[in-house]
């Protein structure tokens, strides 16, 4: 977690500070296209596939249409749907140790026109730009990764276009040490789950109307209606959907939805 110089950590501020949550394949970083050498995270997810279960659940794999923007459980439970809760959760491991061994190494491959692996999607970084000019003009507004991937590829990647992390990021991992393993898109507990760490982060334990305050002044931002929408909707949050046909006018939606440049708190 990164410190928050625009929005102190006390129970007080917490009242009138926002949060956009977002989730970070497709959404902030292009990771589904594919680096200089080839691999992206679909790519990577095959060989890791490839690696754990072998040639012919590899074949399955593929002709059920692949990743289909699926957390890794979700592809276990695909190739491995008879085996006990203890070896899913080791072929789990397995195959998360494999893919992120693969793309680990590719971030910051340079490609001709001298940008990097993963690229962030055509305006984010604008984005980021009117946020901390809200926040410079007394905005309350932190920012939270939720997404299916993992924490040390994303902290990577942020390292990488050497622009700072936002305050919180939940991936694979922070449900793991949770103790909701086996959660993923679209249940809302990933949404509590959110809201608790970023409440957390101000020294609150949310209460059912904690929760309820937070929810109001949460936006999620997503690619995917049907994993990142419905978990929005099954929530009860306010959704914005990141277009891959036109993330730079998607993201400069957010910013005017959010009224950037008009500095006013949501108490």
């Known amino acids: 977690m990164t410190s928050k110089e625009h929005s102190p950590n006390s129970s007080e501020s917490f009242r009138t500070t926002r949060l956009i949550a977002q989730d970070f394949d497709g959404t ?123 924490e040390p590829f994303i902290k990577k990647v942020y390292e990488t276009w050497d622009i700072t992390e936002p305050e919180y990021i939940i991936g694979q991992e922070t449900t793991e040490e949770r103790g909701l393993g086996n959660v993923v898109k679209p249940s809302s507990t990933l949404m509590k789950l959110a809201h608790r760490v970023w409440s957390e982060g101000y020294g609150l334990s949310p209460s059912f109307i904690g929760f309820q305050l937070a929810k109001s002044r949460t936006l999620y931002v997503g690619d995917d209606d049907n994993k990142d929408g419905q978990l929005a909707r099954n929530s009860g949050v306010k959704f914005a959907l990141i277009e891959s046909s036109d993330t730079a006018e998607a993201w400069k939606k957010v910013a005017n939805d959010l009224q950037f440049g008009n500095n006013h708190d949501n108490a």
Request: hydrophobic share 35%; charged share 20%; no cysteine.
């Open 28 to 150: 902030i970083a292009q990771t589904f296209q594919k680096s200089p050498s080839g691999i992206g995270v679909e790519e990577a997810t095959e060989q890791a596939v490839d690696q754990v279960f072998g040639p012919l659940s590899t074949d399955r794999y593929r002709n059920n249409g692949g990743l289909r923007n699926r957390a890794p459980l979700e592809v276990v439970q695909e190739l491995s749907p008879l085996v006990s809760a203890q070896e899913i959760q080791s072929l789990l491991a397995r195959l998360i140790v494999s893919k992120l061994d693969i793309l680990m190494t590719e971030i910051g491959t340079t490609f001709d026109d001298g940008t990097v692996w993963p690229r962030p999607v055509a305006g984010y970084i604008e984005f980021l730009e009117s946020l901390q000019q809200a926040r410079t003009e007394g905005q309350h507004i932190d920012t939270l990764i939720l997404s299916s991937g993992h």
